[in-house]
């Protein structure tokens, strides 16, 4: 028999995928918040995480770090390329590496931050091959993973199928940003394509799949980073779920 999973981690619900993107929907709509602030928040909350990561286990100044940054094409892309821009401007030296746009481009908060990136002085690089992701990880001390979120589903492919086995390959220290990519929100489990985390940095609130006892070995150390949710939506989450 299963061991129930916790309804709260941190203080905090424990919310499936499916609710979190309803949070995210009435934090936009009902409470006007920006998903571009949402965003600003979550990058730099694992820019500061990460910097103490770097300080902490790996014994490293921000000046004398190298950082890897893997961001997919939606928001999760989003928060890593924010969270690139706080690291460079700490002082670390940061290499960006993006999968590629699809016809119809990026999503605006993507593109928005793809900017605001480059006027930092850091251009992401689109990943055709991953032979220049593999070099870059030689020299890395950490990596962060932003390339998959809440909302994928099903077994990595294509170019985020690479990237994920470059990474696994390489044996650098993996911040995850929200969910290790390849692990389900909902279940903790994985389809054989998968990112093993040290810490994952979870947005907002923690998700089911990353308290499951069986997903330890892939979430690594689980933190749930505060990316600006109003007190009140978090209560009525709380309610709904019956939690006192």
């Given at each position: ?141 950490l990596l962060l993973d932003a390339l998959l979120g809440t909302g994928a589903s099903g077994k ?72 600006g949710y109003p007190p009140e939506l978090i209560r009525e989450v ?7």
């Amino acid at each position: 028999m299963r061991e129930p999973l916790p309804k709260t981690f941190q203080g905090l619900p424990v919310v499936s995928a499916g609710v979190m993107r309803l949070l995210d929907r009435a934090a936009t709509e009902r409470f006007k918040i920006a998903e571009l602030a949402l965003m600003e928040n979550a990058g730099k909350g694992v820019a500061l995480r990460a910097l103490e990561f770097l300080q902490g286990p790996l014994a490293k100044a921000p000046d004398q770090a190298s950082v890897v940054v893997c961001c997919g094409r939606g928001a999760n892309g989003g928060d890593g390329l924010v969270a690139a821009r706080f690291l460079k401007e700490a002082g670390a030296k940061v290499r960006v590496f993006i999968c590629p746009a699809k016809d119809g481009g990026y999503p605006v908060s993507v593109a928005a931050n793809l900017e605001r990136l480059k006027a930092a002085g850091v251009s992401a690089e689109p990943v055709e091959t991953t032979e220049p992701l593999a070099a870059a990880l030689k020299d890395a001390h950490l990596l962060l993973d932003a390339l998959l979120g809440t909302g994928a589903s099903g077994k990595p492919t294509g170019t985020i199928r690479q990237i994920i086995q470059a990474v696994t390959r390489s044996k650098v220290p993996v911040l995850a940003v929200d969910v290790p990519s390849g692990i389900h929100p909902d279940t903790g489990y994985h389809s054989g394509v998968y990112v093993t985390a040290a810490v994952t940095l979870t947005l907002g609130l923690a998700k089911r799949g990353l308290v499951a006892p069986h997903a330890k070995k892939y979430v690594g150390g689980l933190e749930v980073l505060d990316i600006g949710y109003p007190p009140e939506l978090i209560r009525e989450v709380a309610r709904a779920q019956e939690i006192p």
